[in-house]
């Protein structure tokens, strides 16, 4: 009897750390399956993974803020979270695609978001980035720092050439221009053949636009 007295509270401890894990934020998407823990080592283990739960979820929250310096703070939070282990930098990548894909965030949570994983370089998101490839901070002008998914999925490189050739006929003009442009950057052969085979169909004149300056930008490292 006495030792289920002592061993009760350890039990209802236990019970409440995995509660807290599965307790998802108001308004704020909980990502955090990523996050391994080891079957092994117990309460110190459920804690360990509790407190990455933790601090993934208040990132996100800061994300969400209306406030720039709270966001600002979130970034650090992402970056930081990202450079400790291959498993947190894949996890942080899946919370922040989730955040751009998510209709109620706002428009600076979503470019914050798209910044944040244009560093982390994340072949894995590039389908995600692909669709926000038109968010911009409001400034006028084609630089990709007016954009951060065009910019990120840049920096993912070649690699991003097949998707960004299938963006090409997305039913959204801007998407298809801002992936001829990104092609354009990108430069090489398969890059060259996607967009010539789109300026054959495409009809929108601005998106047929954006594909002759990239094929120009083409044409000009190669010499032409």
């Not at 007295?5 to 307790?23: D, K, W």
């Not at 209709?103 to 910044?115: C, G, H, V, W």
């Not at 169909?201 to 047929?208: P, W």
């Given at each position: 009897?006495?030792f289920?007295?002592?061993?009760?509270?350890?039990?209802?401890?236990?019970?409440?750390?995995f509660?807290?894990?599965?307790t998802?934020?108001?308004?704020?998407?909980?990502?955090?399956?990523?996050?391994d823990?080891?079957?092994?080592?117990?309460?110190?283990?459920?804690?360990?993974?509790?407190?990455?739960?933790?601090?993934?979820?208040?990132?996100?929250r800061?994300?969400?803020?209306?406030?720039?310096?709270?966001?600002?703070?979130?970034?650090?939070?992402?970056?930081?979270?990202?450079?400790?282990?291959?498993?947190?930098?894949?996890?942080?990548?899946?919370?922040?695609?989730?955040?751009?894909d998510?209709?109620?965030?706002?428009?600076?949570?979503?470019?914050?978001?798209?910044?944040i994983?244009?560093?982390?370089?994340?072949?894995?998101?590039?389908?995600t980035?692909i669709?926000?490839?038109d968010?911009?901070?409001?400034?006028?002008?084609?630089?990709?720092?007016?954009?951060?998914?065009?910019?990120?999925?840049?920096?993912v490189g070649?690699?991003?050439?097949?998707?960004?050739a299938?963006?090409?006929?997305?039913?959204?003009?801007?998407?298809?221009?801002?992936?001829?442009?990104?092609l354009?950057?990108?430069?090489?052969?398969?890059?060259k053949?996607?967009?010539?085979?789109a300026?054959?169909t495409?009809?929108?004149?601005?998106?047929?636009?954006?594909?002759?300056?990239?094929?120009?930008?083409?044409?000009?490292?190669?010499?032409?």
């Amino acid at each position: 009897m006495k030792f289920i007295i002592v061993l009760l509270p350890l039990v209802i401890a236990g019970l409440h750390s995995f509660e807290r894990i599965s307790t998802r934020p108001v308004g704020v998407p909980c990502t955090l399956s990523g996050w391994d823990v080891s079957s092994t080592g117990g309460l110190l283990q459920v804690r360990a993974y509790q407190d990455a739960g933790d601090e993934m979820n208040q990132a996100l929250r800061d994300l969400y803020s209306t406030k720039d310096r709270v966001r600002s703070k979130s970034g650090e939070k992402f970056r930081a979270m990202a450079k400790r282990s291959p498993a947190a930098r894949n996890q942080v990548i899946r919370a922040l695609s989730k955040v751009l894909d998510d209709p109620k965030a706002n428009f600076l949570t979503r470019y914050d978001a798209a910044e944040i994983l244009g560093e982390l370089n994340p072949a894995e998101a590039v389908d995600t980035l692909i669709q926000h490839l038109d968010i911009n901070n409001g400034t006028v002008g084609l630089s990709l720092s007016h954009f951060p998914a065009l910019k990120a999925v840049v920096a993912v490189g070649k690699p991003a050439v097949p998707k960004l050739a299938r963006a090409l006929l997305d039913s959204k003009p801007s998407i298809r221009g801002y992936a001829a442009l990104a092609l354009g950057v990108i430069k090489g052969s398969q890059a060259k053949k996607a967009l010539e085979r789109a300026l054959e169909t495409e009809k929108d004149e601005e998106v047929i636009r954006h594909i002759q300056i990239a094929l120009s930008t083409i044409n000009r490292y190669e010499g032409k």
